[in-house]
């Protein structure tokens, strides 16, 4: 129950006009802390309920401000409009009883008009990066009250290239009395080290949702011969499946255009988000979809992070995800608030060892799915290592190079493959940094 949090009546009256009943496990680990005024670094996807998790604390803090407005009071830095909007939603809903104001800022928009908004001083910020910058350069902006400093999916951040601008703007909230850092992944050293720049003693809360979602999605995997086979695949999925809202996740625009294409060719309702597409192109058709115009979206996932759609209960892996995180967080966005969710990863021979890795890491094994009306040659390696990797060709090679030099070939004998030899997805999901191709966007 929310009445359990020391929370301002006005804002359990909007908790319960939302019909938020009980808290989610990251609400219900966040929110005591946050209310004593703690720096949190949480690990928690999209779909866990992690806006609320900060916005009502963050709200708590400023519901009993009197006054006229002079100072920006809190700054929620995140990586997308999306997410940003997205947000703001959320902070206007949970402060409709409160006198609250809240103010977004991201590229995309009119500058002239963010000024003018940003004269009349929001309490609550929300904001990109870039566009941030921007007003703080042009002299319109001034953080140095903020008392609550907020980034959200951190991780995402970072990947996009906000390391300096992040730090710039922490260092502009200098007077912040508590930061609250949320992440989807555990990250790496980039999240270390800013983690280590911004946050004072904080409290870790892991809610990743590796063991969530064995719960209400059905994972499955279907081996494919090539792109074109799984364009079958991913047709027959659509035509035969029965579902509500679709993502097909690419790791390349290129590849998320071309699917696009031929589902549009097939007569098939679709919509396609990626970076290239502008502002006004990504709202409609993220509108669109919401709306159910169309039952079918294809995205890069820098594209879709932030996205928060109901409805969605079928997840395809077009591409297989390059990390384990990356994969719980395409994943994640099925089968929410206990409805029923299913995503199919689809396995080319090159897929197999990621998809394998991924297994490991999430500690359980997909269902392996055959559809005989689009079934392909490939059905997954002949022999598999006990990792359940691939057996094959690379030892070959390795076993030719050591004949050739036979002191080379008593070393490396011993050098076998040992069992739990680390998989390509490290403990944190990621791969490991020279194998992670650039981001999509
Ligand atoms: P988020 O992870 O913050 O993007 O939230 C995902 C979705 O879950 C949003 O649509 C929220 O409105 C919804 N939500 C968050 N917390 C709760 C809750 N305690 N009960 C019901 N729905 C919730």
Redesign the pocket.
């Known amino acids: 129950m ?1 009445s359990q949090f020391a929370l301002h009546e006005r804002l359990l009256k909007a908790v319960a006009e ?7 496990p990251v ?1 219900a680990a966040a929110i005591p802390l946050a209310l004593q005024g703690r720096d949190l670094r949480v690990t ?10 900060f916005v009502l604390p963050l709200l708590n803090r400023l519901v009993d401000l009197k006054g006229g407005r002079v100072e920006i009071r809190s700054l929620i830095l995140l990586p997308t409009r999306e997410l940003a909007q ?1 947000t703001l939603k ?1 902070v206007q809903l949970f402060s409709q009883f409160t006198y609250i104001k809240a103010g977004l800022i991201t590229g995309g928009e009119d500058f002239k008009e963010q000024a003018a908004m940003l004269r009349k001083v929001p309490d609550v910020l929300i904001g990109t990066p870039g566009r941030l910058l921007e007003h703080l350069n042009a002299g319109n902006l001034d953080l140095s009250h903020v008392q609550v400093l907020i980034l959200d999916e951190a991780d995402r951040m970072l990947d996009m290239g906000f390391a300096e601008d992040m730090e710039r703007l922490c260092k502009e909230c200098e007077q912040r009395e508590q930061t609250l850092l949320f992440s989807a992944t555990t990250g790496g050293a980039a999240l270390r080290d800013i983690i280590g720049k911004v946050l004072k003693d904080p409290e870790h809360l892991m809610l990743n949702s590796v063991s969530q979602l064995a719960e209400g999605t059905r994972q499955q995997v279907i081996t494919a011969d090539h792109d074109q086979h799984k364009e079958a695949i991913v047709q027959w999925l659509l035509a035969n499946e029965t579902f509500d809202k679709a993502i097909i996740f690419t790791n390349t625009r290129a590849l998320a255009d071309r699917i696009y294409g031929h589902l549009v060719a097939k007569d098939v309702k679709a919509f396609v988000l990626h970076g290239e597409k502008d502002q006004k192109d990504r709202k409609q058709a993220i509108e669109r979809f919401k709306q159910g115009s169309s039952k079918v979206l294809v995205a890069t996932d820098v594209a879709a992070r ?1 996205l ?1 759609i ?1 409805g969605l209960d079928l997840v395809i892996n077009f591409d297989m995800p390059r990390s384990g995180d990356e994969y719980v967080h395409r994943v994640g966005r099925t089968g ?2 206990g409805g029923e969710g299913l995503a199919i990863s689809l396995i080319t021979h090159n897929d197999w060892n990621l998809m394998s890795s991924i297994e490991r890491y999430l500690k359980q094994q997909f269902e392996r799915r055959v559809i005989k009306e689009v079934k392909g040659t490939y059905n997954g390696p002949k022999k598999v290592k006990a990792s359940g990797k691939a057996a094959g060709s690379k030892k070959k090679k390795v076993e030719k190079k050591a004949g050739a030099d036979k002191k080379g070939a008593a070393k490396k004998k011993p050098a076998a493959k040992p069992r739990n030899k680390a998989p390509l997805a490290s403990a944190d999901g990621l791969a490991p940094l020279k194998k992670r191709k650039p981001a999509a966007e």
């Open positions: 929310f939302l019909k938020f009943v009980e808290p989610t609400q928690a996807q999209t779909g866990s309920g992690k806006t609320a998790a997205q959320q932030g928060d109901d929410r608030a």
